[in-house]
Nanobody
């Protein structure tokens, strides 16, 4: 069973950048497909990006394509989300999640993930 801890959230002005990190422990990191999700106030949790166990495949939801980049460092058991050109509508709690599968299907529904971090808050001011 893997434990996930996110960091890197904060307050940023529109147009700015943040990099989120998610450190994994307690499992074999390379058996997990990883994803970032977010939940804005009053809204359901939604997928943002996903990355395959081998780092060779990534996928994004349309609203973040060209602005966000997901990556992972398997040697450090860490997955990242680089967020550029941030918009007020990106304000949310961002969650890291893992699914114990190497099958690649791209971004997954939150119900398809096995393990979750506690989240980190990103606030984008206008």
């Amino acid at each position: 069973q893997v434990q996930l801890v996110e960091s890197g959230g904060g307050l940023v002005q529109a147009g700015g950048s943040l990099r989120l990190s998610c450190a994994a422990s307690g499992g074999f990191f390379t058996i997990y497909t990883m994803g970032w999700f977010r939940q804005a106030p009053g809204k359901e949790r939604e997928p943002v990006a996903a990355i395959s166990w081998s780092e060779s495949d990534t996928d994004y939801v349309d609203s973040v394509k060209g602005r966000f980049t997901i990556s992972r460092d398997n040697a450090k058991n860490t997955v990242y989300l680089q967020m550029n050109s941030l918009k007020p509508e990106d304000t949310a709690v961002y969650y890291c999640a893992a699914v114990q599968s190497r099958s690649w299907i791209g971004v997954r529904d939150p119900s398809g993930m096995d393990y979750w971090g506690k989240g980190t808050l990103v606030t984008v001011s206008s």
